[in-house]
């Protein structure tokens, strides 16, 4: 079982910067797929961003390309995303989800089913 937990979220003005983080607890293993979702009222969960964990393989979705930026520390078991030039439609509850083994490619990085294990969220507001 693994546990994640967010944190870093906050209020923030347009054109802004935040860093969210991610801890994993539990059996993580040696390589994952570590990605961000976000989810606004009323909309369906998105993809943001993965990192496989064994190698670094990053992948983004293109409404973020340039903006925003994951990475894992030197404790494998955190990710962060460093979102820069906030938009106001960056609004939204971000969660850290995982899986055991790699991501795969960005197809397989971006789909939500892919993923065995979410955290709470933590909420950004980015207001203009």
Do not use: H
């Not at 937990?5 to 054109?15: I, K, M, N, R, W």
């Not at 979705?61 to 955190?78: C, L, W």
């Not at 030039?85 to 789909?111: I, P, Q, V």
């Amino acid at each position: 079982q693994v546990q994640l937990v967010e944190s870093g979220g906050g209020s923030v003005q347009a054109g802004g910067s935040l860093r969210l983080s991610c801890e994993a607890s539990g059996r993580t293993g040696s390589r994952n797929c570590r990605g961000w979702f976000r989810q606004a009222p009323g909309k369906e969960r998105e993809w943001v961003a993965s990192i496989s964990t064994d190698g670094g393989f990053e992948y983004y979705a293109d409404s973020v390309k340039g903006r925003v930026t994951i990475s894992q520390g030197n404790a494998k078991n955190m990710v962060y995303l460093q979102m820069n030039s906030l938009k106001a439609e960056d609004t939204a509850k971000y969660y850290c989800a995982a899986r055991f083994g790699w991501c795969a490619g960005r197809a397989t990085a971006a789909a939500i089913s892919q993923y065995t294990y979410w955290g709470q969220g933590t909420q950004v507001t980015v207001s203009s």
